[in-house]
């Protein structure tokens, strides 16, 4: 068989294994498997168990050696860790009593003494042959990565690892961070200097026509250019609002190095906190007073211009419900009489945004992405790279219909207020009556675009996570159908009749 990525890594010490333990265990999946060799007191054990900490957030983790039970297993926030040591394995056939093929296609496998696996051992996987180095303590790893999937994640790990050097922090420690329904992961990388948020951030590659000849994505202005997050995260800050600053870059690998804002959330626990989200809502009338640029402009004078949030676009996401979601919950595919229908009934609502390109449009401006500062501004914003030119109405009805949080009636009403009161003072007088009345269709705009997108997002990809939030999010939407201006919309919505979700 092949080897794509062959590699040699020397360490002084233990610190330089558990090191290499933490990089290897950043690129880790469900699925993979990681066989190590090498003579008794190599560090087989040591670096298994640095793996395992790693993956389990707990550098203090009781990590056993399984020299006389064969295998332990270990539950992680991201998938389950099977640490076999093979040393005392008879014969390969005592593989099934301990359920080896069930548990190795189920997380991740460290294996110890794989050669006693025989042919059991999968042929897709990372060899990492441990042998004496220079020195005492010193180590040399072999790493071959047989099959494919191993070779292009190895040569990330250690890029990001170059990066991290580059910045002064070439002993960090790397630590995943839960990302969002997108294909950017997120590492917090500490060391004794501090910590820094280090962001992998894919190309979309070949996206499948959605309509029009488009993709999804260009229909509705979604960029992976890293030229888009640096200059609107820039052009935020120069008009005064907090964005993590780029430490370092590897643009050819698409990783990058950013400013850590903390984990502090407008919804600690997962419970919205009133005075946090009223400070949120007062920051987004805070730029209503500043005449945005239709390009943004980073520090290093790179450029973005931000597409407009256009009709087809607004149409384009809305049509994931009836695409995606209404399937789902009926079980059956709409008819073409009944998409049509849908697509016409919002077609006559969002017309009143075409030529709204008032404000920058975060997006995604609820509490994921909201980073409570202790000092300064108390807000710090993060994921506003498919930022466009359109309705300030938007970003606050994200805010009020959080996705992930359950916000209350009075507390939803006294954000409107808190903005249209704090926009008044900063930017003047405006059209209060028809921003409200925006608010609540763009609002149920959204929260029907979210349900079919994370419909979608869990049939395509396979990951399921998000559909928890789905009761909230329709409970949000079904709200929203109350106001009279979605009279047709309800009737639609009522005949389709999908199973109870409000009392």
């Known amino acids: 068989m092949s080897l794509p990525f062959r590699r040699t890594v020397s ?244 990783l990058m190095l950013i400013e850590d804002l903390g984990a502090g959330s407008i919804a600690p626990g997962g419970i919205a906190d009133s ?29 973005f211009p931000l597409p407009a949030y256009d009709r087809r676009a607004l149409l384009t996401e809305v049509e994931l419900f009836a695409s995606w979601y209404a399937p789902d919950i009926i079980g059956r595919p709409l008819s073409e009489t009944e998409a049509a229908e849908w697509l016409a009934l919002w077609d006559g609502l969002l017309a009143r945004f075409d030529d709204d390109r008032s404000a920058w449009v975060l997006k995604d401006y609820h509490s994921p992405n909201i980073l409570w500062q202790e000092s300064g501004d108390p807000i710090g914003l993060i994921d506003y790279q498919d930022a466009l030119l359109g309705p300030a109405a938007y970003d606050l009805a994200s805010l009020i219909t959080d996705a992930r949080v359950d916000i209350a009636d009075d507390l939803a009403v006294a954000m409107l207020d808190a903005y249209c009161l704090h926009r008044r003072k900063v930017a003047g007088p405006f059209d209060e009556a028809s921003f409200r009345e925006a608010v609540v269709v763009i609002g149920a705009q959204r929260n029907a675009k979210i349900l079919g997108r994370f419909v979608r997002y869990a049939k395509l990809t396979g990951r399921t996570h998000h559909l928890r939030f789905l009761p909230r999010i329709r409970r949000n939407f079904e709200k929203a159908l109350d106001d009279k201006v979605f009279a047709g919309v309800k009737l639609w919505y009522e005949r389709l009749a999908p199973p109870a979700s409000r009392p």
């Not at 610190?15 to 008794?40: K, M, S, Y």
């Not at 025989?118 to 897709?124: I, R």
């Open 275 to 303: 005075e946090r989200y009223l400070a949120a809502a007062r920051r987004l009338a805070d730029m209503a007073a500043i005449a945005w640029p239709e390009v943004a402009t980073a520090d290093d004078g790179r450029t």
């Open 11 to 254: 360490v002084a010490d233990e610190a330089g294994t558990f090191r290499l333990a933490d990089d290897i265990a950043a690129i880790a999946r469900a699925g993979d498997v990681i066989a190590l060799h090498g003579d008794l007191g190599m560090g087989k054990s040591a670096f298994a168990r640095a793996v395992v900490r790693r993956l389990a957030g707990n550098p203090d983790l009781e990590v056993p050696s399984p020299t006389f039970t064969l295998l332990q297993s270990y539950e992680t926030a991201r998938f389950p860790v099977h640490h076999f040591d093979l040393y005392r394995l008879a014969d390969p056939d005592e593989l099934i009593e301990i359920g080896f093929a069930e548990a190795v296609g189920e997380g991740l496998s460290l294996i110890e003494w794989p050669d006693r696996a025989g042919n059991e051992l999968p042929a897709e996987r990372l060899d990492l042959v441990i042998c004496e180095g220079d020195g005492l303590n010193g180590r040399r790893f072999l790493l071959e990565a047989r099959g494919d999937g191993w070779a292009e994640r190895l040569d990330e790990t250690f890029a990001a690892r170059d990066v991290l050097k580059r910045a002064g922090l070439a002993d960090a420690t790397r630590a995943h961070v839960q990302g969002d329904a997108s294909t950017r992961r997120f590492e917090r990388a500490t060391g004794a200097s501090g910590s820094v948020i280090l962001m992998h951030w894919p190309s979309f590659g070949t996206l499948p026509v959605h309509a029009d000849g488009l993709s999804y994505e260009a229909l509705v202005h979604a960029t992976d250019r890293l030229d888009a997050f640096l200059a609107i995260g820039d052009t935020l800050r120069q008009r005064g609002f907090r964005t993590p600053r780029l430490i370092a870059i590897d643009e050819p690998r698409r």
